[in-house]
T-cell receptor
């Protein structure tokens, strides 16, 4: 069965520092992978997706993610975090019945 | 292009009542999925509709049901509400290419509180 694990429940980084959010998946075939962001009380906004091809994927707001099949990972990165990036981040796998990770809450220190 | 819209945005009900939530997908999107989000269980898939047919279903009791209309708008219904049904209900729409559902775009959600 497909599943997603986000090992970090909460991460705090300083503004301007780099960020990496971890995501590991379990999926029987080539996965469709996504990262979404959710601000408090809001719906989910798509940051980026991987279907096939280049394993380094660029997204919106300066985010990128790298698909590593050997590690079953799809980690999200940003070189320099802004205070507005504070939110909850969800990794997801699948397509017709998407499975989400538990989420990682990002706090940004001034 | 307008995004996914959900109505109402907020709802308060009491135990035992039933509720109907509505979702209008992005124009041209024929797949609509529903998710429940709670602090304890996170985001859980409820069901997906395509061309007025339920294609996939998550692990929820029969009190949770849905339907899709010919214009792709979708409704979900929860009967005999329980306190644990308090949640943010998210709807997502996507374009179908062949048999494959592409990226899901989410609405703002309906926050349901059951008292």
């Amino acid at each position: 069965a497909q599943s997603v694990t986000q090992p970090d429940i909460h991460i705090t980084v300083s503004e301007g520092a780099s960020l990496e959010l971890r995501c590991n998946y379990s999926y029987g075939a080539t996965p469709y992978l996504f990262w979404y962001v959710q601000s408090p009380g809001q719906g989910l906004q798509l940051l980026l997706k991987y279907f096939s091809g280049d394993t380094l994927v660029q997204g919106i707001k300066g985010f990128e993610a790298e698909f590593k099949r050997s590690q079953s990972s799809f980690n999200l990165r940003k070189p320099s975090v802004h205070w507005s990036d504070a939110a909850e981040y969800f990794c997801a796998v699948g397509y017709n019945d998407m499975r989400f990770g538990a989420g990682t809450r990002l706090t940004v220190k001034p | 292009k307008a995004g996914v819209t959900q109505t109402p945005r907020y709802l308060i009900k009491t135990r035992g009542q039933q509720v109907t939530l509505s979702c209008s997908p992005i124009s041209g999107h024929r797949s609509v999925s529903w998710y429940q989000q709670t602090p304890g269980q996170g985001l859980q898939f409820l069901f997906e509709y395509f061309s007025e047919t339920q294609r996939n279903k998550g692990n929820f009791p029969g009190r949770f049901s849905g339907r899709q209309f010919s214009n792709s708008r979708s409704e979900m219904n929860v009967s005999t509400l329980e306190l644990g049904d308090s949640a943010l209900y998210l709807c997502a729409s996507s374009f179908i290419r062949g048999q494959t559902q592409e990226t899901q775009y989410f609405g703002p959600g309906t926050r349901l509180l059951v008292l």
